[in-house]
């Protein structure tokens, strides 16, 4: 599927969707590996959008063989922390053009700070994403809070 659509997003909030590739290429994907496109509110580079996914969250990270059933299990604890309403996951600042949040699990007195910067900078000061360096459940219950667009 070389032409479907891409949707993409900048870190200004605007997003947009390419259907079709310009004239000179045949499809969205070749034009892609040579241009990026540009946000038309704030003029920055944009990044394709990929919904949170355990496969996406593979990709994005480079996850080796061996360490994909991880993801797949702290996805499954992510879900739990964004739909437990006890549980918080809130934007507590904006440091250095990082997002910072803070995750609280509803059945534990600790929490634990996330920051973000798109496209490539994640990080929990947890000791899982820390020790293990895989993305923390953490990390993807803030990278689906974000997709949701809370």
Known sequence: MANAPKKFRCACGTSITVETPPKSFSSI????????????????????????????IIEKFKISLEDRHKVYDRFRQARFIIDDPRSIVRKVA???????????????????????????????????HIYRAVPCKHLIAVMMKRDRGE
Do not use: H, I
Not at 37 to 52: I, T
Not at 96 to 107: F, K, M
């Open 29 to 56: 994907d070749g034009w892609l590996r040579l241009y990026d496109p540009m946000c038309p509110a704030c003029r920055r580079q944009m990044v394709l959008y990929l919904p949170v996914t355990p496969e996406a």
């Open 94 to 128: 904006t440091v250095d053009g990082s997002d910072v949040y803070e995750v609280r699990s509803p059945d534990k007195d600790k929490s634990y700070v996330v920051s973000v910067r798109e496209p490539e900078f994640y990080q929990c000061n947890c000791p899982d």
